[in-house]
């Protein structure tokens, strides 16, 4: 009796954990796709969107700071090297981190790692170069998303912040 469920038993368990380390792998990439598509919606691909302080009514993310100012840049290197460059916020913290299709870290640059000078990236796939004065970075994926954050304290600064990070670029070359 106990040898006709073996078999059917088994082949539950496999298909279960098959199913498991489908959904482990495809979670993340489903996750970011939805991201890309919302920010996306924002601006073109390799082009910077900057969104206003955030509110309720606004937000674009999931429990944003409401001390932060974002810019987001869906970005696209299928066709070539794309380069972000990041103006930095005297005596505020700022950060940019890109995320490749399926939410891996590539890069975090900080005002501290920059030592208040701009951050210059190049995001680069395999068989890509970075030009010179940029910093390499290699994704896994051809897309992705750049997000700058800032800080933005007092909230009175925020005109002069806003000025100076849209003089960021996110851009094919």
Same mark, same amino acid.
């Not at 073109?44 to 840049?73: G, K």
């Given at each position: ?16 954990? $098959? ?9 993340? /990439? ?13 601006? =073109? ?6 969104? =206003? ?16 100012? /974002? ?11 794309? !380069?972000?460059?990041?103006? =930095?916020?005297?005596?505020? +913290? ?28 190049? !995001? ?9 004065? +940029? ?8 897309? $992705? ?5 800032? !800080?933005?304290?007092?909230?009175? #600064? ?10 960021? #670029?996110?851009?094919?070359?």
């Amino acid at each position: 009796m106990m040898r006709r469920w073996i078999f059917p038993i088994l082949a539950g368990a496999v298909l279960g954990v $098959g199913a498991y380390q489908a959904t482990l792998l495809a979670t993340p /990439y489903a996750l970011m796709q939805a991201a890309m598509m919302k920010v996306g919606k924002q601006g =073109p691909a390799n082009q910077f969107a900057f969104a =206003p302080m955030t509110t309720a009514e606004n937000q674009t993310i999931v429990r944003p700071s409401p001390d932060l100012s /974002y810019s987001t840049c869906v970005f696209d290197v299928s066709k070539g090297p794309v !380069l972000v460059d990041v103006q =930095p916020v005297p005596d505020h +913290y700022w950060s940019v981190s890109i995320f490749d299709a399926r939410t891996d870290v590539a890069a975090v640059r900080s005002d501290r790692d920059t030592k208040g000078k701009p951050a210059r990236l190049a !995001l680069l796939k395999a068989g890509q170069t970075a030009p010179a004065g +940029y910093e390499p970075v290699r994704v896994g994926y051809d897309r $992705g998303i750049v997000l700058i954050r800032i !800080l933005v304290a007092p909230a009175s #600064t925020f005109p002069t912040i806003d000025a100076i990070r849209r003089k960021s #670029t996110c851009k094919q070359l």
